[in-house]
């Protein structure tokens, strides 16, 4: 067996008062490494102990103002840099929804922070074992005593006058603490070629494995059972039919009801020399009219079809269907607009159906003559 | 860590002078407001409104205070909570300075106008709550109540001082217990009858609780500020220590943070329905003139005392731990005309001589109470049983 290093010498006190005599008195000496160990917290003994303020709150501070700029920097970057969506009309950096984020941000880092800095930083854990651990000491001050510990690293340190020093306060228990030989023999071995080469074999196995039973594993039988079914799946080239594919076209010379042919796509010219507007007007071709107009049409064109757009010029204004051009366009020249686009407008041939869009047509004809009246209408 | 500290407690009068500022101010606030009634009477009522909520806030925050420490059995604001106790005396002020708005609600709330309630489909809807004698018999229900507590809650603690009867206490920690409810509703509808009434048509269920966060941070600052300066002046019992300066900064802390949280919570939610019967009040308030104010809103009530009162060095030390105190009694009273005056100059902030009539006044009158009852009463409950545990209070 090696020989005993010390750790420091302990006293034990029976009150409250003698223990923050006993520490003032050690300050008074010029201790620096000594500590205080008592079985709750004592009030006013961090003034005995001429403790200073603890740097803590300066952890918490800068966490929280970092934590706090690296919220604004996210949330910028995410809502108004990388990916900017209007979400109810609002500024793509919203400052006043961002305000929770942040808060929640800071108080998250700071706190968990704090705690961490406090445990690993401050409390330089973790600690296996620490010489006073299973002392008598230990045991009363965690009981009904008061305990000072002067530590041997202390500049002051010498076994005489600490000896002398517990003696004149009346410590009772004047005891010399060891290091555990253990501890002081232990090594910190967890960077072993050894353990290096269990965490590299361990990631291996763990990726390796996650990558074959995401991506290898279920195309392998039985998993594969639930896809490989007796049915036409989309795209896939058909068994049956002579020309391969899964879908069948209409018997030739019919057409689906609603889906008459279109035969002028991209001649707007043509379309408007041919087509003719079927609907006759009446109240309902109106109202629905105005509904499908409202509906598809208003957004870009207004509700009055002066173009003055409601969508915050996201787009250019249209041009105003009370022109003098749109004015004199037959119906069916209208119809190859809708059909077709014209600039920025995309082709509205999936969203309106036939009979929907030359009601539309007829309801454009009537905001025209609402806003251009002849002598005649007023009646 | 007790060390057997005696209560030493001699009382002392306070200095004449303070007596003869107090009496200045008050003259000096009372020319100003007579004038202003004189020159502009509704300009000087919207102002008297703001130094009607102002009072109310101190006084009946106060009383709140105490009943608070009564009720949470807490000690270590005992050795001040006859400071407390004789700021909630403030109560008296309130009739004195209600009576003059009581002849100008014309001028101020518009709902009163029946012309205008009968045009008006929302106010008619809201007439049954918002009219003139059920306005005023609230008013007149709510200083009775705060006045009746206040009476009953100082009575028995003054008996204490001679009778050093425990019961007392009992009997306080029961009172407390009613009062707080009652606290609860008449704060609220205060906010809402005086503040919020302003301008009928917008509403906010929060209001009545960021009033409430207005009301216990001016009781605070001025309990604080009152009981740091007798303190060092040595008015107080012997033993106070930074650790009770610490708790009083720390409470402040709280509340300026309370206060920015319902601030704020109220503007997000306004701010996120986007509903323009709503948002035109905030809107008035970003107009103009009045951008500069709310902006200063934000700076002056949460930016500047929280920065201020963060640290731990910054609540315990009294000079710093006093300035914020008054600061954050001033903010509140910025944080009133932020209420109020927009209703009264849509165009922009106004300032001018009338506007410091009510502070003014309202200061001298609190000094000259204040005075007045130092003389008749000790400024520590020396007969509380927790007055020796209150002195040894250690963080």
Not at chain 1, 60 to 74: P, Y
Not at chain 2, 234 to 254: E, I, P, R
Not at chain 2, 324 to 332: E, G, R, V
Not at chain 2, 335 to 362: Q, T
Request: proline share 5%.
């Amino acid at each position: 067996m090696k020989e005993k290093i010390l750790y420091g010498y302990t006293g034990i006190f029976n009150t409250p008062d003698e223990i923050a005599h006993a520490a003032e008195k050690a300050v008074a000496k010029g201790f620096t490494k000594f500590d205080v160990h008592t079985p709750y917290p004592l009030h006013g003994m961090n003034k005995a102990m001429s403790l200073k303020p603890s740097k803590l709150g300066y952890v918490a501070l800068v966490l929280g103002l970092s934590a706090l700029m690296g919220a604004v920097f996210s949330l910028w970057w995410v809502s108004a840099v990388d990916y900017p969506i209007v979400v109810g009309g609002k500024p793509f950096f919203a400052f006043p929804a961002f305000v929770p984020v942040m808060f929640e941000v800071t108080v998250l880092t700071a706190s968990v922070g704090t705690v961490l800095a406090m445990l690993f930083v401050f409390f330089k854990l973790p600690n296996n074992s620490h010489p006073l651990h299973g002392t008598e000491y230990m045991r009363n001050v965690s009981a009904d005593k008061y305990g000072l510990l002067v530590q041997a690293e202390d500049t002051k340190f010498d076994e005489a006058t600490i000896k002398s020093f517990f003696q004149e306060l009346h410590a009772s228990e004047i005891d010399a603490v060891y290091w555990d030989n253990e501890e002081i023999n232990h090594e910190h071995k967890i960077l072993t070629p050894k353990f290096l080469g269990f965490l590299l074999v361990a990631g291996l196995i763990t990726s390796g494995a996650t990558y074959f039973a995401l991506n290898k594993l279920t195309y392998m039988l039985p998993f594969t059972w639930m896809m490989e079914q007796q049915k036409q799946n989309p795209q896939q080239k058909s068994l049956i039919f002579s020309d391969g594919f899964g879908m069948r076209k209409p018997v030739e010379g019919t057409i689906a009801r609603g889906f008459l042919p279109y035969e002028y796509k991209g001649q707007p010219d043509l379309a408007a020399e041919k087509l003719f507007n079927p609907l006759p007007v009446s109240k309902n071709v109106l109202a629905l009219g105005q509904k499908k107009y409202d509906t598809y049409c208003s957004p870009c064109h207004d509700f009055q079809g002066t173009g003055l757009s409601r969508l915050r010029g996201q787009f250019p204004n249209p041009p105003s269907l009370h022109s003098e051009k749109v004015r004199t366009w037959n119906d069916g020249r209208i119809y190859a607009v809708i059909m077709d686009g014209q600039n920025v407008m995309p082709s509205y041939a999936n969203l309106l159906d036939s009979d929907e869009r030359w009601a539309v047509i007829h309801y454009i004809r009537a905001l025209q003559r609402s806003l251009n009246a002849k002598e005649s209408d007023i009646k | 860590m007790s060390s057997g500290s005696k209560i030493e407690y001699q009382k002392k009068e306070l200095p004449s002078k303070v007596q003869s500022v107090g009496l200045l101010l008050t003259v000096l606030g009372l020319v100003i407001v007579l004038a202003g009634y004189f020159v502009s009477p509704a300009r000087m009522a919207f102002n008297n409104i703001i130094g009607l909520t102002f009072i109310i806030s101190i006084a009946v925050g106060a009383l709140f205070f105490v009943a608070i420490e009564y009720l949470s059995g807490a000690v270590w604001s005992t050795p001040f909570r006859r400071v407390s106790e004789i700021i909630s005396s403030f109560v008296v002020l309130v009739p004195l300075i209600v009576i003059p708005l009581l002849f100008n609600l014309h001028s101020v709330f518009h709902w009163t106008h029946p012309e205008v309630v009968n045009a008006d489909k929302v106010l008619s809807e809201k007439a049954p709550y918002l009219n003139i004698n059920f306005f005023v018999i609230r008013i007149a229900a709510f200083i009775a109540i705060w006045m009746l507590f206040q009476y009953l809650i100082t009575r028995n603690s003054l008996r204490q001082d001679s009778t050093k009867d425990q019961t007392l206490t009992t009997k306080n920690v029961k009172l407390s217990a009613v009062f707080i409810p009652f606290f609860a509703l008449t704060i609220s509808f205060t906010g809402i009858d005086w503040l919020m009434s302003l301008e009928p048509h917008w509403f906010s269920t929060i209001f009545g609780i960021y009033y409430f966060s207005g009301t216990v941070l001016a009781a605070l600052a001025t309990i604080t500020y009152v009981a740091v300066t007798l303190n060092e002046n040595g008015y107080l019992v012997k033993g106070l220590t930074t650790d009770h300066y610490y708790s009083m900064g720390a409470l402040l802390f709280a509340f300026i943070n309370f206060w920015a949280y319902i601030a704020f919570s109220q503007f997000l939610l306004v701010w996120y329905a986007n509903l323009p019967e709503e948002t035109f009040w905030f809107l008035q308030r970003w107009e103009g003139s009045w951008i500069i104010w709310t902006v200063g809103l934000m700076v002056v009530h949460f930016l500047v005392p929280y920065f201020g009162l963060l640290s731990q060095p910054s609540k315990m030390n009294p000079a710093k731990l006093k300035f914020f105190a008054l600061w954050i009694l001033a903010a509140h009273y910025y944080d009133l005309y932020f209420l109020v005056m927009p209703n009264y100059s849509r165009s922009g902030v106004a300032l001018s001589w009338y506007e410091l009539g009510f502070p003014i006044l309202l200061v001298g009158l609190m000094i000259l109470l204040f005075v007045s009852k130092s003389k008749k009463q000790n400024l520590v409950p020396v007969g509380d049983p927790k007055l020796k545990r209150g002195i040894d209070f250690r963080l």
